[in-house]
């Protein structure tokens, strides 16, 4: 039989050239507001990730837009969807929101979030992360626009099963969010860098892949001085 190893590279490469290379030096992304703070600076920094996600994680990423997209799809339908992707940023931080929609009176950012459905038994949703993900930009349009936002809503779907679920996001916890962006933009301004938040040990989850003897943060080797800053 003929390989088709040509459609996989051909593959991987299709998906490596779609990806938006949306993280430019000069910028805080909303999604790093929940994870390490050192990364969120190194990109605003403009460094060069010294570990680059593989092919494995690229696929893994592209799947999370297709079940992404299909809800947003599934909202345009609706006619609920009043912004598809809208963009936010002002001096520190930029960001694409996944949606704005309107539905029964209110109007919410909505954010989505692909997992496995075994995530959803754990009964630990929604993430601290994502959690601060999605305030970030319901405290960034805030300052920007002058429409008036409901508490946003996070949405996971799971890849195997397409099990959907919402969460309403409490507007209470908008000042820790703020904390930790405050925070970050007085680094941006004074060239600091944040310390490691994960202990000494590079062994944590965030920073190294255990069980793929590799590092999971693309900073991994810069961050641990495996290359010099
Ligand atoms: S290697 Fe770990 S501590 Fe360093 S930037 Fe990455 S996540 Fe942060």
């Not at 990364?39 to 690229?58: D, M, S, V």
């Not at 109007?107 to 993430?127: D, G, Q, R």
């Not at 936002?149 to 409490?170: R, T």
Request: with cysteine; net charge negative; proline share 6%.
């Amino acid at each position: 039989m003929e390989s088709t190893m040509g459609i996989v590279a051909l593959v991987n490469d299709y998906i490596a050239s779609r990806r938006d290379d949306d993280k430019h030096g000069g910028s805080i992304y909303p999604s790093a507001i929940g994870l390490c703070p050192r990364k969120a600076i190194y990109i605003y920094r403009g460094e060069e990730p010294t570990n680059p996600f593989g092919p494995r994680l690229l696929r893994v990423f592209e799947v999370g837009k297709i079940f992404e997209d299909f809800v947003l799809e599934a909202l345009k339908s609706a006619d609920v969807l009043l912004g598809c992707h809208p963009p936010v940023k002002d001096l520190y931080f930029s960001g694409k929101i996944d949606g704005v929609v309107a539905q029964g009176g209110q109007t919410y950012i909505v954010e989505l979030k692909t997992i496995h459905s075994k995530a959803f038994l754990y009964k630990n949703l929604p993430y601290d992360h994502h959690v601060y993900q999605v305030l970030c930009y319901h405290l960034l349009w805030r300052k920007l626009f002058t429409t008036q936002l409901s508490a946003p809503h996070i949405v996971y779907i799971s890849k195997d099963d397409l099990l959907i679920d919402e969460y309403v996001v409490p507007l209470s916890r908008e000042a820790e969010v703020q904390e930790r962006m405050d925070y970050l933009v007085a680094c941006a301004q004074k060239g600091e860098l944040p310390d490691r938040p994960h202990s000494d040990s590079h062994e944590h989850w965030a920073c190294w892949n255990k069980k793929g003897k590799r590092p999971s943060c693309d900073y991994f080797d810069l961050c641990w001085g495996l290359r010099k800053e």
